[in-house]
């Protein structure tokens, strides 16, 4: 029902999908509509205070009952294998927050092979829409396989009151799409990844919608409403694709590794953000001075000024970024990336405001 075919794999794809503004209070009616009648709901913390009235609300008014309800505060595999296997028989799980209770909620549908309900309230990376899962296993953050969203519930009333971190940090995530193609063009020119047209296709459209539609304005309804269709399409074209391709390239296995060296790691979608910039000389992209003015005009490059990078922990990270996935052929694979990146980084005037020593 819900599902396309593309050659012999099975790509799921949203079933109910919503972007407007008073979203929360119609959830209720959109999981009535789908037969979900109980829910194990799943918030992140200081959400139940943020849309926690208008939500039960909704759910009340259309006989939806919350059999299981939990605040997330640790997305450990052992914990969300334990919590899931614990639950009363349900229809869907639900999850409404940030990073770790969508985490939460996408890893426990996955192993009940039940529909998950995405609601993020900050649109920061693009993991909302994606079929992935960020988990802490045995002490470290690893990446592993989770259900894909059977809805997505986006309340652009509750995205506009996020702190700005958040829009920065999805800008970041979204212009990363920029150099992770051109990675993942490079690695199926010398042979080493497959490449799939329409996933790629969908990931350029993505962008397109981001940079064609609007003024760069944060604060702007139709820029928040643009960057969260990015957002959930890039998720979409990792689907398609079988894989992280055509959203994670170079500049994820840099902001990965500043995740394990740096002493306090700052956002994901902001390192990705400078990394991309970044690995685009490296790349010679054709779309540099696109990632530059949209740092420029949106505030992003006047915000990480604010509080920079360190100059030794980047260089470190660079060390150790393309041994994060070894068989991962990206720019960063090449011999002589490194000493260009140094370079960069000491000579490149938007890199030398951000990163000090």
């Not at 192993?111 to 802490?136: E, K, V, W």
């Not at 989770?146 to 700005?164: H, R, Y």
């Not at 063009?185 to 064609?212: E, H, P």
């Not at 980047?314 to 990336?337: C, G, M, Q």
Request: net charge negative; charged share 20%; aromatic share 8%.
């Amino acid at each position: 029902m819900r599902t396309v075919d593309a050659t012999n794999k099975q790509i799921e794809i949203p079933y109910l999908l919503k972007i407007g503004n008073g979203k929360t209070a119609r959830i209720g009616k959109y999981l009535f509509d789908k037969g979900m009648m109980n829910i194990a709901l799943y918030m992140g913390d200081g959400i139940a205070d943020l849309v926690g009235g208008t939500l039960r609300a909704g759910l009340d008014e259309h006989g939806i009952e919350i059999t299981h309800e939990q605040i997330v505060s640790s997305v450990d595999i052992d914990e969300i294998t334990h919590s899931a296997f614990s639950l009363p028989a349900i229809s869907a799980i639900v999850g409404v927050g940030g990073g770790k209770a969508l985490d939460f909620a996408k890893y426990t549908a996955h192993l009940l092979r039940l529909p998950f309900i995405s609601i993020p309230t900050a649109i920061s990376n693009d993991g909302f829409g994606s079929s992935s899962a960020s988990l802490t296993i045995m002490g470290k953050r690893k990446s592993v396989k989770a259900a894909s969203p059977f809805g997505i519930v986006i309340d652009l009333d509750v995205i506009k009151g996020s702190p700005d971190i958040f829009m920065y940090s999805g800008i970041g995530d979204m212009l990363s799409k920029i150099t992770a193609l051109k990675d993942w063009q490079t690695a199926r020119d010398k042979g080493f990844a497959r490449f799939v047209d329409f996933a790629s296709m969908m990931a350029y459209n993505s962008l397109d919608i981001l940079f064609l539609k609007h003024s760069l304005d944060i604060h702007d309804v139709n820029f928040q409403r643009s960057l969260a269709s990015s957002l959930m399409i890039s998720g979409l074209a990792m689907e398609i694709a079988g894989s992280s391709r055509p959203a994670s390239g170079s500049e994820h296995l840099i902001s990965h590794a500043l995740d394990e060296i740096s002493a306090n790691p700052k956002m994901h979608g902001i390192q990705v953000g400078i990394a991309t910039y970044l690995c685009a000389l490296l790349q010679e992209n054709e779309q540099l001075n696109d990632i530059r003015e949209v740092f420029e005009k949106t505030g992003f490059l006047s915000f990480v000024q604010q509080d920079p990078f360190d100059y030794r922990e980047f260089v470190r990270a660079l060390k150790l970024a393309p041994s994060i996935k070894s068989d991962y052929y990206t720019v960063l694979s090449e011999p002589d990336s490194f000493s260009r990146a140094v370079d960069f980084i000491e000579n490149d005037d938007l890199l030398k405001a951000v990163i000090k020593v």
